[in-house]
Nanobody, 116 residues
Framework: QMQVVESGGGLVQPGGSLRLSCAASGFTASDNLMQWFRQVPGKEREPVVGLDAMDSMLHYRGFTGGRFTVSRDNAKNTVYLQMNSLKPEDTAVYYC?????????WGKGTPVTVSS
C-alpha cells in the first residue's frame, strides 16, 4: 500500500527552525515528484516546495526566499522540509504529497505553530 506519513511538526518560536519528515512507503520517493503543501484554516492548501525525480528543487510563488528547502534521503525513502527563520504566519498544517504517474497521494499532515 502506497502512503506518505508526515512527522516533526510542533511549536516553535519566531525565528526558529524546524525540520519536517515525510516517510514514503509502497513506492520509491526518488522516482516521483514529492511536494510539500501547507494549509491554514479557512484558506486553500498552497504548494511550498517540491523535489522532482531529477533532484530539481521547485520553489513555488511566495516561497522563493530560501527559508524553505526540501531534501531527500533515498536510503530512508524519506523527504524532508527544512524551515528556517519561521514567522507566526507560517503557522499551518503541512502536508506531504507524492505525484505517482498522475495520481496524487496525500499524507494526513503535521501541524506547525510558530508562536512565542
Amino acid at each position: 500500500q502506497m502512503q506518505v506519513v508526515e512527522s516533526g511538526g510542533g511549536l516553535v518560536q519566531p525565528g526558529g527552525s524546524l525540520r519536517l519528515s515525510c516517510a514514503a512507503s509502497g513506492f520509491t520517493a526518488s522516482d516521483n515528484l514529492m511536494q510539500w503543501f501547507r494549509q491554514v484554516p479557512g484558506k486553500e492548501r498552497e504548494p511550498v516546495v517540491g523535489l522532482d525525480a531529477m533532484d530539481s528543487m521547485l520553489h513555488y510563488r511566495g516561497f522563493t526566499g530560501g527559508r524553505f528547502t526540501v531534501s531527500r534521503d533515498n536510503a530512508k525513502n524519506t523527504v524532508y522540509l527544512q524551515m528556517n527563520s519561521l514567522k507566526p504566519e507560517d503557522t499551518a498544517v503541512y502536508y506531504c504529497s507524492a505525484n505517482i504517474r498522475g495520481i496524487t497521494l496525500w499524507g494526513k499532515g503535521t501541524p506547525v505553530t510558530v508562536s512565542s
